[in-house]
């Protein structure tokens, strides 16, 4: 019942933002590359049904033609089959890193803010730790301790994703925490976990669903980079960022092996990042006239 | 009213921990309320009138306050209850309107959900019949069509609407004492009319008691029987509404009384104009020594600056706490 009711209010206000979403253009083309990309995930053995993996040294390094729309790699592989199959790893990678962020970043935000004191202290001073390395620094520390693979590069985007989701939330809980409301509702004997439930978490999920969509740009970067920098999803599966990496070398001898893998990705973050910059404008109740 | 009062607030202080120091909003409070009562408490803002309702509920942030003294609810101490003990009390027997009907209900809930949780955590209904109840409630504090209005969202309802929904709220459970925290003060003269009206009605019909927190004179002569008016963190006096309003014992209850416009009586008998009280509260920070209301008063002695007056009591419901009574 009380998903219920959180469904309905989600279904009032997200009609209206889903409206106002529909006239953003931008937003709009973002939302379709992401479709597209998912789209392409979903059905990938139906576009290349052939393993992506199977080398064929006899075509390597061929140009773009219409057996092979994108060209092949050094070991003769298609690349438009491994940007199809690597279009799994990376969404799964971003969801999966930003699910971790979610499930350990809302929780601890949601009682650093609400509670304060001692307990705000000792999760903002630890958050402060991992805040104090840049990002992808801290990712890139996380795989060396956690060692390579797609796993492991999950985890370690997704751990560098939290401190950020702890100190969005909080920064929410401290203003809703004021609101008389929240004081009403301590005032008719309402329990904390019952408070920070129904009537905080409500309030904090604008921002946290605009965050997760900028997010996931941010996780499908970070683990590109990760990939380029031969310490993320290993070969021979087709990571982008693993594929652009191995293309480096052959940048002039043939550019394409590099190129594509690396349009995806700017694609996939593009596309990621314009749905998000439309969800703030049509979600975030300050832009509202 | 002659047997033990329902809520009997002894020597309360209540103090504050904050970044520029230790500040004490409430100082050596005394007050009774007795079943089905309306007592009014009025003073200046940032008196510690608000301060001494939050800790009649131990609302106040634990971390950063201090309560010593001792608040009697049914001869139970609410100052060293615990919170599950205070959580079955809050909204159960005792209950609190806020001041700002606009912010007190939650945005992302319906008005008929933030009723029907109330029920539902003190009187183990189920669902079905929390929501009978809260439209019940609703249609007590007289809003129309209360079964649409429990299911929209509270921006779909006006200020008027809104606090008597917050009142739906806390009488839903039938308090047996309402602290009213400036109820009326953002609502337009109308509406603050209906809903004094409502509340006078509610009072009766559940014979609850009421500690009307205000700094409108005129709620109180309207609705309460007795009177403890406060400055700067101490009760100054307090008496029954006709003797109060009458002879006002304190120089600052005159004050207060002579600072009310009243139509048609501008030029009557020795007074001119609205009378004003000189100076402002002093800071927390800064009491002044002796009677904290001595760089105010007009009648200031020498007694008044050096020493704090005790409270002189009159009657059984009268007391001052002013050197002039003293001699």
């Known amino acids: ?289 | 009213m002659n047997d033990t009062p329902l809520l009997s607030i002894q020597n309360l202080k209540v103090t504050f921990q904050i970044y520029e120091g230790v500040v004490q909003a409430v100082d050596d409070v005394t007050l009774d309320i007795g079943t089905g009562e309306t007592v009014g408490l009025v003073g200046e803002s940032g008196c510690g009138k608000s301060v001494t309702a939050l800790s009649i509920l131990q609302l106040l942030p634990r971390e950063s306050s201090r309560i010593d003294g001792r608040i009697l609810f049914d001869g139970r101490n609410l100052v060293d209850a615990g919170e599950s003990e205070l959580r079955n009390l809050r909204g159960n027997a005792i209950s609190m309107i806020f001041q700002e009907p606009m912010t007190s209900l939650n945005p992302v809930l319906t008005v008929g959900r933030q009723i029907e949780e109330a029920i539902m955590l003190h009187q183990g209904l189920s669902l079905t019949d929390a929501r009978i109840r809260a439209v019940d409630m609703l249609r007590l504090v007289q809003i129309p069509a209360p079964e649409a209005r429990a299911r929209e969202y509270p921006h779909r309802l006006s200020g008027g609407m809104r606090q008597r929904a917050m009142i739906a709220m806390a009488l839903s459970c039938r308090p047996r004492l309402l602290l009213a925290d400036e109820p009326t003060t953002a609502l337009d003269v109308t509406i603050q009319a209906q809903i004094l009206e409502l509340m006078e009605d509610l009072k009766e019909k559940l014979g609850m008691a009421i500690l009307l927190i205000t700094h409108d004179l005129g709620l109180i002569a309207q609705m309460a029987s007795r009177v403890i008016v406060m400055y700067a963190g101490q009760v100054i006096e307090e008496g029954l509404v006709t003797d109060l309003f009458h002879d006002p014992l304190h120089p600052y209850t005159r004050g207060l009384l002579g600072s009310i416009p009243v139509l048609g009586r501008k030029f009557t008998a020795g007074r001119r104009q609205l009378e004003e009280i000189p100076g402002i509260v002093p800071s927390l920070f800064d009491m002044p020594r002796g009677c904290r209301f001595n760089l105010r008063c007009p009648h200031v002695m020498d007694v008044c600056r050096e020493k704090q007056s005790p409270m002189i009591q009159l009657g059984p419901h009268r007391r001052v706490m002013c050197w002039l009574k003293a001699g």
């Open chain 1, 1 to 289: 019942m009380h998903d219920f009711e959180s469904s309905r209010i989600e279904h009032g206000r997200f009609k209206r933002g889903f409206s106002k979403l529909l006239r953003n253009k931008a937003a709009c083309f973002g939302g379709l590359v992401i479709l597209l990309f998912l789209l392409t995930a979903v059905s990938a053995p139906l576009i290349h049904p052939k393993n992506p993996n199977v080398q064929d040294i006899r075509h390597s390094l061929e140009r773009p033609s219409w057996n092979n729309l994108l060209g092949t790699d050094e070991l003769g592989r298609s690349i438009l089959g491994r940007i199809v199959y690597g279009s799994r790893i990376s969404l799964t990678i971003g969801l999966g890193a930003i699910a971790l962020g979610l499930i350990v970043g809302v929780p601890f935000g949601l009682i650093s803010g609400y509670f304060g004191g001692k307990i705000d202290f000792i999760i903002q001073r630890l958050t402060d730790i991992m805040l104090s390395f840049p990002p992808f620094l801290l990712a890139l520390g996380l795989v060396s301790v956690l060692g390579v693979g797609l796993k492991n590069t999950l985890i370690s985007v997704g751990l560098s994703s939290i401190p950020y989701m702890i100190r969005l939330v909080r920064g929410v809980v401290i203003s809703i925490r004021e609101q008389v409301y929240v004081e009403a509702a301590r005032a008719v004997g309402t329990s904390d976990g019952v408070i920070l439930y129904r009537h905080i978490l409500p309030n904090v999920m604008v921002p946290i669903i605009v965050n997760t969509t900028l997010g996931m740009g941010m996780a499908i970067t970070f683990a590109a980079g990760l990939g380029f920098l031969g310490v993320g999803v290993q070969p021979p599966d087709p990571e982008w960022g693993t594929m652009l990496g191995s293309g480096r070398s052959l940048i002039f001898a043939a550019p394409h092996v590099a190129t594509f893998p690396g349009l995806a990705i700017f694609m996939a973050v593009l596309g990621f990042n314009l749905l998000g910059d439309g969800l703030r404008d049509a979600l975030d109740p300050r832009m509202k006239a």
